[in-house]
């Protein structure tokens, strides 16, 4: 199956460049990723006829990225490490869009909170070991009012999700996948890939929010005013690569999915 757009750019001597690699199907099974080795990635629901390109994701035509904005990785905004990314008027800048010449290798569904309108907040894995946020809306769903904006939201740009949950989340459509952490790059420091080559592709992700009242967050939210915090797992290795897993935890009552980003992993 070939869902290109056209484009010849980078290895188009290869025929299998653009050719979908990976189909990733939510719990729901609503909700359909597929992702293509030149880094295009396609979405199709359950109640659609067609596939839709999505923004953000590998190259246009013309050898453009649109939706990709270069930076530094939230996680790192956060705790500080800014390097020396930074936009026009000198303020730090988190990146948005996949890395080019990188594709999704795996994602994380929310298995408790996602419907058959949204997958709400889910992290995408990609070849180049970096872990994404993104979001899936059904092309029937309601467009939901805003109310107010999370500190987390702030620290990506204010990208997507300007209405938030109880989860301090939002569900709007975000405009391209906002990075959130590059895996095994503290392992390299003299390295100038940004992990795909020596780290490998992150091969596997699964995350959940633990309720401190007592068992985990349900899909109608249950008691979240409880507290709690989010934990997120990450398998990253392939050919000739170590089998590293990753963890990240939240800060306690902490329950937004990129909260687990904010703290140092836990490896």
Known sequence: MMLSSGNNNNNSNDPNFGRIAHTFVDPTGCHVLLSSKNGEAYYLHSTSKKVRKLAGFGPNVDGTFSGYRAGMSLGDVVSGNNGNVSGGGGETVVQTGLTPGSYVTAVGWDRDRGTEGSTKRILLGTSNGELYEYVLLSPNAASPGKVKSSPFDTKAGELGGATMD??????????APVLLRVLLRRLYPSSNSRGGAEGGAVGGILFQRILTGGGAAGAGGGS?????????????GGMHRHTRLHTFRSEPSSLALRSAFSCPPNN
Do not use: F, K, Q, R
């Not at 939002?170 to 405009?175: L, V």
């Not at 979240?224 to 990253?236: M, R």
């Open 166 to 175: 109880e989860y301090g989340e939002g569900d709007d459509p975000i405009d």
């Open 224 to 236: 979240s005013a409880a507290g709690g915090h989010v934990i997120v797992l990450s398998l990253t």
